[in-house]
Structure formats: C-alpha cells, structure tokens
C-alpha cells in the first residue's frame, strides 16, 4: 500500500511540473523587459511609368506598368493626382512622387 500511494504521488508530482509555464525568462536580467515582437510594414513598390498620352484638349492619361490610367484613378495603392505632358504626380497618404520620362517616350 505505500509503494501505491508513493506511486500515486510521483505520478502526481510529475503531471503537475508538466502544466507550470515561466510567464518571463528566469535567466533575465532583473528589471529587463523583453521587446515587443517588431510588426512587419507593407511596402509598396513604386509604379514604373511607361509613357504620357496627351490630346489635343491637353487631357493626358499615362501607361503606368502597361496600364492605361488617368488622373484620380490609382493604382497599386497610389493615387494619381495630377499627369503633365512630361510627368505624372503619385499621391500615398501623405507623401508624393513625381514619375518622368524621357522626352522622346512621350506622345502628343
């Protein structure tokens, strides 16, 4: 009967170490605080402007990455705010790019 009951208790002692989890490292430091886990930001790769339409009513649209866009459209998460004859304004938030190409790439 007592090698049962020792038994029971080795048993129990055993079962309960297995559910007792450290809340902090014990090896730390006192007083130290571990980082926060870093949070991954999203980027957003910067659109390739292909080429700048323009009319004869100075309307222009622009091919940005093969697509063909006008102002106000986006694309890519990024707003297209303004298109010059010359250049095209990209709106994120609250930064702005200005996208050039060369003057022989763009057509009247």
């Not at 009967?1 to 014990?26: H, N, Y």
């Not at 709106?91 to 060369?102: A, D, I, N, P």
Request: net charge positive; with cysteine.
């Amino acid at each position: 009967m007592k090698a049962l009951s020792r038994w029971v208790a080795i048993v129990a002692f055993t079962s309960l170490s297995f559910g007792v989890f450290a809340q902090s490292d014990p090896t730390a430091p006192l007083g130290y605080d571990a980082p926060s886990k870093a949070t991954k930001t999203k980027t957003y790769r910067l659109p390739r402007l292909d080429a700048i339409l323009c009319g004869g009513n100075n309307a222009c649209s622009a091919v940005i990455n093969g697509r063909s866009v006008s102002k106000g459209q986006s694309i890519n998460g990024y707003f297209i705010s303004a298109i010059h004859d010359n250049s095209v304004t990209l709106k994120r938030g609250e930064r702005r790019w200005s996208l050039t190409v060369f003057n022989e790439q763009v057509v009247q």
